[in-house]
T-cell receptor
Framework: NAGVMQNPRHLVRRRGQEARLRCSPM?????VYWYRQLPEEGLKFMVY????????ESGMPKERFSAEFPKEGPSILRIQQVVRGDSAAYFCASSPQGGLEDTQYFGPGTRLTVL | RKEVEQDPGPFNVPEGATVAFNCTYS??????FFWYRQDCRKEPKLLMSVYSSGNEDGRFTAQLNRASQYISLLIRDSKLSDSATYLC?????????????FGGGTRVLVKP
C-alpha cells in the first residue's frame, strides 16, 4: 500500500518561473492538505482540498499561489512567478475522511529552491 | 502570540537518560493533540496522539493539561535513534475542515 507520493522531490526554478508540485494521496484517501515549511521554521497550513473542491484556503498567499485536486489525477500546488522567499519544503498530507480524529499522513515533500 | 509554542532546544540528552518537554497552545477550542517526529529534511511522522487521561507508548508518555493548555512528552531510556525534532500539533474544530497547527518543534540530541 503506497503512501502519499509527491513529485518532484527537488525542484529548482529561477525567479519569475512557474513551479508545479504534485501530490498523490494514499489509496482510498479523498482529503488532501498542503503545508509549507520555511527554513528553520515549523510547518504552516496552506490549503485543504477534497476531490474537485477547495474546502479551506485560509493559509494560501493571496497572489501567485493556487491549488487544485481534480476528479482524476494528483493534487497540484502551483506557484506562479516564483520569488526567492518561496524557497521551502512543501509537504502534502492525506486522510481518508475529514473528521477530527482523522490521522493525516505526510508525503516526503518537495524542496523548492528559487535561484 | 503563536497558536502553538515550543521550546526550540536543543535538548542534549545522554543515552539512557530521561527527557521531557512541553508545548503550550492558545486556542481553548482545540480538540485533538498529537506529537509528530521529524528527522532532518524529512516528512513529519505521527509519534502518538495525546488523550485527556494521558497515554503511554513504550518509552514515550504524553500528557494533556486542558486547564493550563499544555501538552508534554516524556522519553525514557533515550536511544541515539530518538534524536529528532518533536513537533507538537493541535487540531481544532473548524467550520471548514480540520487543518493541523504545528509548533516550531523541539530539537532533541541524544549523545553516547
Amino acid at each position: 500500500n503506497a503512501g502519499v507520493m509527491q513529485n518532484p522531490r527537488h525542484l529548482v526554478r529561477r525567479r519569475g518561473q512557474e513551479a508545479r508540485l504534485r501530490c498523490s494521496p494514499m489509496k482510498g484517501h479523498s482529503h488532501v492538505y498542503w503545508y509549507r515549511q520555511l527554513p528553520e521554521e515549523g510547518l504552516k497550513f496552506m490549503v485543504y482540498l477534497q476531490k474537485e473542491n477547495i474546502i479551506d484556503e485560509s493559509g494560501m498567499p493571496k497572489e501567485r499561489f493556487s491549488a487544485e485536486f481534480p476528479k482524476e489525477g494528483p493534487s497540484i500546488l502551483r506557484i506562479q512567478q516564483v520569488v526567492r522567499g518561496d524557497s521551502a519544503a512543501y509537504f502534502c498530507a492525506s486522510s481518508p475522511q475529514g473528521g477530527l480524529e482523522d490521522t493525516q499522513y505526510f508525503g516526503p515533500g518537495t524542496r523548492l529552491t528559487v535561484l | 502570540r503563536k497558536e502553538v509554542e515550543q521550546d526550540p532546544g536543543p535538548f542534549n540528552v545522554p543515552e539512557g537518560a530521561t527527557v521531557a518537554f512541553n508545548c503550550t497552545y492558545s486556542n481553548s477550542a482545540s480538540q485533538s493533540f498529537f506529537w509528530y517526529r521529524q528527522d532532518c529534511r524529512k516528512e513529519p511522522k505521527l509519534l502518538m496522539s495525546v488523550y485527556s487521561s494521558g497515554n503511554e507508548d513504550g518509552r514515550f508518555t504524553a500528557q494533556l493539561n486542558r486547564a493550563s493548555q499544555y501538552i508534554s512528552l516524556l522519553i525514557r531510556d533515550s536511544k541515539l535513534s530518538d534524536s529528532a525534532t518533536y513537533l507538537c500539533v493541535v487540531k481544532s474544530i473548524k467550520a471548514a475542515g480540520n487543518k493541523l497547527t504545528f509548533g516550531g518543534g523541539t530539537r532533541v540530541l541524544v549523545k553516547p
